[in-house]
T-cell receptor
């Protein structure tokens, strides 16, 4: 079965650089969520999209932005990277109101800022 | 606001034995969903089991079952016949019934489970 695809799997950036994380949801899933998980922490909600429009915003820094495209894939853009941005970034997708409620998570992108 | 509490940061269990992980939550919603996710060392988030709040029957998935007590707002996970591959961090999560907004998960802080050979 198709899963949520995230790319890249690993990313190393220097401070003040920019990073772009991509997420390809499961076909027919119209809702995408982004989470940030620091070392030893539970996932923290960043932002979500429903039908290509932002639906909710969590603890996402102003340096970050995201969007969902016409093919429902989503990109998280992170600028002026800081050491504290080093984390595992999860994307999850869902079919809004579908019978299989709940998220399917991607494998995550591990971002290391040096 | 919704909160999810996992009061056991770490637990261990002997292989083949049974262990119960606890989770409590707070919400004013009447209908919602509850989940247990497993995060092994690979850091992948894997759905273990899910429960709809309006269903009184406890969900089961093979060796995994829940004890859902709606009035007490409790949602514990029981793992029977524990296997070494069950070693992971387990997150309890809450989600409201779908609305256009506010559908994010509320996660507990996790319970690190170690299965001892």
């Amino acid at each position: 079965a198709a899963g949520v695809i995230q790319s890249p799997r690993h990313l190393i950036k220097e401070k003040r650089e920019t990073a772009t994380l991509k997420c390809y949801p499961i076909p027919r899933h119209d809702t995408v969520y982004w989470y940030q998980q620091g070392p030893g922490q539970d996932p923290q909600f960043l932002i979500s999209f429903y039908e290509k429009m932002q639906s909710d915003k969590g603890s996402i820094p102003d340096r970050f932005s995201a969007q969902q495209f016409s093919d429902y894939h989503s990109e998280l853009n992170m600028s002026s990277l800081e050491l504290g941005d080093s984390a595992l970034y999860f994307c999850a997708s869902e079919e809004a109101g579908g019978i299989n409620y709940g998220y399917t998570f991607g494998s995550g992108t591990r971002l290391t800022v040096v | 606001a919704q909160t999810v509490t996992q009061s056991q940061p770490e637990m261990s269990v002997q292989e083949a034995e049974t262990v119960t992980l606890s989770c409590t939550y707070d919400t004013s919603e009447n209908n919602y969903y509850l989940f247990w996710y497993k995060q092994p060392p690979s850091r992948q988030m894997i759905l273990v089991i899910r429960q709809e709040a309006y269903k009184q029957q406890n969900a089961t998935e093979n060796r995994f079952s829940v004890n859902f007590q709606k009035a007490a707002k409790s949602f514990s996970l029981k793992i029977s016949d524990s296997q070494l591959g069950d070693t992971a961090m387990y997150f309890c999560a809450f989600m409201k019934v779908f609305q256009r907004t506010g559908n994010q998960f509320y996660f507990g802080t996790g319970t690190s489970l170690t299965v001892i050979p």
